[in-house]
């Protein structure tokens, strides 16, 4: 144990009391006493953090309120202890307590119970403490607790993001480049940031914090801190220097090198990624929220789900033209196979509801490896690494997609991560989550009916997204079988293990796919993204069109609400299976009670601004889903209050069919 801390017993009841605060020695808490981290983590400021009694005063309220919290990767396995990584004073507390304070650690949670061997000295954590004398009330609900003990005895310490005094405070550090304790800023070259931009924290589900800065900029604070360079900063950056438009470039960022130094996994010597500023894009819907509207209201979305398959072959290309690529063969390809099927034995190991299933799902595995065995290679490149409709923008005005979120899976580790992989792996993130909207969508009074049209949606939009795909790719993925149900499958799994850490109401959505990709035969026709048959979707008439159409255009048309697909009778402007479901769209909504007032807002008709009224009522806004709640209760990426997104209609997960 490296780390001067001391562990609690494991065998004893892992209550907040039983929780060992064990500070480091030498504060950062890093490693060797002589090692960078203990020589330099801490900040300027008043002595607090030399202090050796502050994590053992925060402990009880950690131990207490980390467990609750989304981003916390950790659900169900109790803490045993913590362990300081650095601490740095960003502001400290004004004289006499009047002002607040802002103080961010890196803390290192040890838990109970099966971890991955990355994760065997207990997942970082990045934490902002607001510390106030008194909490006002309208803070009162980022309330932490109040030490007693240590040098923050007798203050309030609260989650810093929730006050936008203190959000503030990290935005001027990032207008002004430098090293402040263990912390580095940095901002891209030639960038001003305005300063006084006012500070709101987004209500989104997601993985990490973030807070958006007058809707200029978005800053994003990761939690479960890895070692290494963060692939979202990595790769959006390097899409800027290539100038592709379809991510958000990197406005400033803030990193560390504390933790390169306490390395286990990671690759030594580089700094740990800890925030990124970049452009908010204001007036943009995320496609998980446009999904929902369009099962909410039973809309037609292929368009949208072409124009994303387009947009994701774009990004792919520019990466693999900005970075390294390879072939994979043989031996790789089995190590590929072979990690998915451990990532399956270690997912199974931890969620018991996998292990039936256990058996059939590394047949997908198998017949993976043995392509390679028989010769088949694949290219591999960097990818987006967690592909899905939440990470996919698009904007009200001309209905183009941005991607966001290049963090990958943000349960593996960075190294793991970066590396070169099939492009599979993100369309069968993005085909998973097809079917994960259409079994968050509330059910209809007469479910079994709806059930068949969500799925019927389900397997449109993924062929439809496939389609995009291949066009701009110039490579259809239905036409490898085999490697698309093995990434679909690793994807599923990851899934569970996902759910049943962060959200376990949710864990019934990937059980059903786990079910259906065990219970699949190995005929293509149980493929992902099936082609649709050319009566339904249609192939070579969207392809003509779009040959003499820029793909942008071609969105703008969509957002503008496709003038003429819509209203063409019969046929559509070209008769394209395509606009067959955009007449059937027009018609269920004067079907649909209450769907017809919400046409005309984007290529679906509905999405952006439907209101799900006719099915059941609504649920709470889907901006305002917490941790925890069930998968379409206003759930998944919704930003309400930034997206003028509606209410989402929201239910219970369907049980696995
Ligand atoms: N550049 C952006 N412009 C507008 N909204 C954004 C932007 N980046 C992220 N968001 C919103 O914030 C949400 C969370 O962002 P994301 O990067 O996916 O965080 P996480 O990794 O924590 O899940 C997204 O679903 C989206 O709604
Ligand atoms: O937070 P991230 O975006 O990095 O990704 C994690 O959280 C996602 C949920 O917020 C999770 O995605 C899963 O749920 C989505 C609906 O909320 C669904 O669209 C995705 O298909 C499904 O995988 C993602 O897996 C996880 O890494």
Redesign the pocket.
């Known amino acids: 144990m490296s780390e001067g801390s001391t562990r609690a017993n494991p065998t004893r009841a892992a209550t907040p009391a039983a929780l060992n605060g064990g500070a480091p020695e030498g504060f950062s808490g890093g490693g060797h006493p002589n090692s960078p981290a203990s020589r330099g983590a801490y900040a300027k400021g008043r002595p607090l953090a030399a202090d050796h009694g502050l994590l053992p005063s925060l402990v009880p309220l950690l131990g207490e309120w980390l467990p609750h919290q989304r981003w916390f990767a950790g659900k169900g396995r109790p803490i045993t202890g913590f362990t300081l990584v650095s601490a740095t004073e960003l502001l400290p507390r004004g004289a006499g307590g009047a002002a607040p304070g802002l103080l961010h650690l890196l803390v290192r949670a040890r838990q109970s119970g099966p971890a991955e061997p990355s994760a065997a000295e207990g997942d970082c954590y990045q934490l902002l403490l607001g510390i106030r004398s008194v909490l006002p009330q309208h803070l009162a609900h980022a309330l932490i607790g109040r030490p007693t003990g240590g040098p923050l005895h007798g203050t309030t310490v609260y989650e810093a993001l929730a006050d936008p005094r203190l959000t503030g405070i990290l935005l001027e550090r990032l207008r002004v480049p430098g090293r402040l304790g263990a912390l580095r800023f940095t901002r891209a070259p030639s960038t001003a940031i305005p300063s006084g931009l006012s500070p709101r924290p987004i209500t989104a ?4 914090s973030s807070v958006v800065y007058g809707d200029t900029y978005i800053l994003k604070v990761f939690r479960r801190i890895g070692w290494g360079v963060n692939p979202d900063l990595e790769l959006p950056r390097a899409l800027a220097r290539a100038g592709c438009d379809r991510v958000p470039h990197p406005t400033a960022w803030y990193e560390t090198t504390t933790g390169a130094a306490l390395g286990t996994e990671g690759v030594s010597g580089e700094p740990m990624t800890l925030g990124i500023l970049q452009p908010f894009l204001r007036g943009s819907a995320d496609g ?1 929220q446009l999904a929902l509207n369009s099962l909410s209201v039973q809309a037609d979305f292929t368009g949208s789900a072409r124009a994303l398959g387009r947009a994701t072959a774009e990004v792919h290309t520019a990466l693999a033209a900005a970075l390294p690529t390879a072939v994979l063969s043989r031996p790789r390809i089995e190590k590929l196979a072979a990690g998915m099927a451990a990532r399956l034995e270690a997912a199974a190991d931890a969620v018991p509801a996998l292990r039936p299933y256990r058996e059939q799902l590394h047949a997908a595995f198998a017949d993976f490896a043995e392509l390679g065995r028989h010769g088949r290679t694949w290219a591999a490149q960097r990818i987006h690494g ?1 592909l ?4 996919a923008l698009r904007a009200v005005r001309d209905g183009r997609w941005a991607l966001i ?1 290049f ?1 990958g ?3 593996r580790p960075i190294v793991e991560r970066r590396r070169l992989q099939p492009v599979a792996r993100d369309i069968a ?1 993005m085909l ?2 097809f079917d ?2 259409a079994r ?1 969508a509330r059910p209809a009074p007469d479910s079994s009916a709806q059930s068949g049209w969500t799925q019927e949606w389900a397997r449109q939009n993924r062929a439809a997204y496939c389609d995009g795909y291949a066009e701009a790719a110039g490579v259809d993925p239905r036409e490898e079988p085999e490697l698309m149900r093995a990434y679909e499958t690793d ?1 599923a799994v ?2 569970v293990l ?1 759910e049943a850490r ?1 959200r376990p109401d ?1 864990l019934p959505v990937p059980m059903a796919a786990i079910q259906r990709l065990a219970g699949a035969s190995r005929s293509p026709s149980d493929g992902p993204g099936q082609r649709t048959p050319k009566a339904r979707l249609g192939q070579e008439t969207p392809k003509a069109r779009l040959s003499q159409e820029a793909p942008d255009a071609a969105e703008a048309r969509d957002a503008a609400g496709a003038p003429g697909r819509g209203t063409a009778s019969g046929q559509g402007e070209t008769g394209a299976p395509d606009h067959a479901t955009a007449t059937g769209r027009s018609e269920t909504a004067a079907e649909a009670p209450g769907h017809g007032t919400a046409t005309g807002q984007g290529e679906t008709g509905v999405p952006d601004h439907a209101t799900a009224t006719g099915r059941g009522g609504t649920a709470g806004p889907a901006g305002t889903s917490e941790a925890g709640r069930s ?1 379409g209760a206003g ?3 919704a930003r309400q209050s930034d997206t003028g997104a509606r209410p989402a209609p929201g239910a219970p997960p369907a049980p696995p069919a």
């Open positions: 589900e997601q993985s990490n998980w967690d899905h409709l939440g990470q979120d963090e899976e943000p349960a993130g998973r989550s994960y909207a968050s994807k990851y899934e996902y962060h949710w998968p759930s998944g990426r």
